[in-house]
């Protein structure tokens, strides 16, 4: 299981990487793989404030659909466009070209409440 040590996790299963006041968002390795093939990502809440732990999008994978949590309150400026055509880079590569958004961080502060790889390692039992 692929949990990189530079990232922050949710207990939802998002990652979240930080450069200054802008956060990127995803899913982990363990999420993607427990989904299955990924076929679709919808993010309709581009340009919108979103508090943490509310529904920011979707994942369709074949077998299910499931709700992606935001995991710190910000807004979010960028969807990676590359996953309407290639949705299963979330499979192939969760932390590099699977990102899905780009959030202007509300407070920086906030990924303090924040998994670290070890948090995160204990909750899926890895």
Known sequence: MNVPENLHYTKDHEWVSIEGNTATIGITDFAQGELGDIVYVEVETI????????????????KTVSDLFMPL???????NDDLTDAPEAVNDDPYGSGWMIKIELDNPNDVNDLLDAAGYKALIGA
Do not use: N, S
């Open 47 to 62: 340009d919108e404030t979103i508090d943490a732990e509310e529904v920011f999008g979707t994942v369709e994978a074949v």
């Open 73 to 79: 309150k910000g807004t979010i400026v960028a969807f």
